[in-house]
């Protein structure tokens, strides 16, 4: 039974090293223990299963540390609240005890032009159950009551409905476009800055339900958004017009990808949106013909792209 849990443990770290890599985080630390610095926490050591340390491209001078937790079932999800509880805090610890360890010290002074430093935890909360009804576990953790007393700045939470996400949209756009680059948001935080696209995809990401990618190729740039939800004529509408706000200054070509789309019977809504939105005078098409490709990261034989 213990090898069997070893093997488990061991199963759920390669996942989880997979995905770290179809963010662009590499380089990272593996498998690090951590001495305990904090009584409470009844503990003498910590351990990280992944640290990756980048320079934020969405606050400026911010040097974002990410502590990765895996935790990996061969089992379906079973006494979810508990165990997430227990999950988190177990973090949330191991993340106070980071920030004020020699490790990250020893990291950290390797990078320079940083005014803040912040730790941020990743949970991978997912198991072996291949029952796609049992992968969201959103509604039974939405409202667990987290220890007030426990120390950090952002957990993020990683259930299977979420990394069938990221795994299926991902994995499909780099074999459609290859070499892929993640589009940076301009906010308070960096408006200074002159990073718009950057291998490395943000933390903030890794939850957000739109997730902006970007290609160059002979023809120019195109934005590409990554969707967690299905295809709607009102959620085009909206993605759409956010897609045009952003890049309307130097792209023309547009691709929106859906968890769900039906060529049969959405394809004529996609053809009203991009004629409302065609007459918006919000928008200066200056730069030439917009294009537009409708499609889902789930390809079936009913799903083909729209290029409108």
Known sequence: MGEFSKYVGEVGEE????????????????????????GEHCKKTHGIDALYVYNSILQKQSLVSVVVSAKYSSVPYESVKSTF??????????????????????????????????????????????NESNDNIKSQIINSRIDSSLKYTAIHVIDNSRAKFLYNSLKFI???????????????????????????????????????????????????????????????????????????????????????????????????????????IDFDDAIGEIKLVVDTYNSTFRSVSDEK
């Open 15 to 38: 996942i989880v090293s997979d995905f770290l890599k179809l963010f662009g985080w590499k380089n990272l630390c593996s498998n690090k223990q951590l001495d305990c610095c904090v």
């Open 174 to 280: 780099k074999k459609r476009h290859g070499e892929i680059s993640f589009f940076c948001l301009n906010t308070t935080l960096n408006i200074t800055s002159s990073v718009r696209h950057s291998k490395i995809m943000p933390v903030e990401y890794i939850t957000s339900p739109i997730i902006p990618v970007s290609i160059f190729n002979e023809n120019g740039r195109r934005l590409i958004l990554l969707c967690d939800f299905d295809y709607s004529k009102e959620s085009l509408g909206l993605v759409y017009k956010l897609a045009r706000k952003l890049c309307s200054d130097f792209v023309s070509h547009y691709e929106i990808y859906f968890r769900r789309y039906n060529k049969l019977t959405d394809s004529p809504s996609v053809d009203e949106v991009k004629m409302a939105q065609s007459f918006d």
């Open 85 to 130: 509880r227990s999950h988190f805090k177990d973090l949330a610890h191991t993340i106070e005890c980071y920030s004020k360890s020699q490790l990250k010290r020893t990291i950290t002074n390797k990078f320079s032009g940083s005014s803040r430093k912040e730790d941020i935890g990743v949970l991978f909360y997912l198991n072996n159950d291949e």
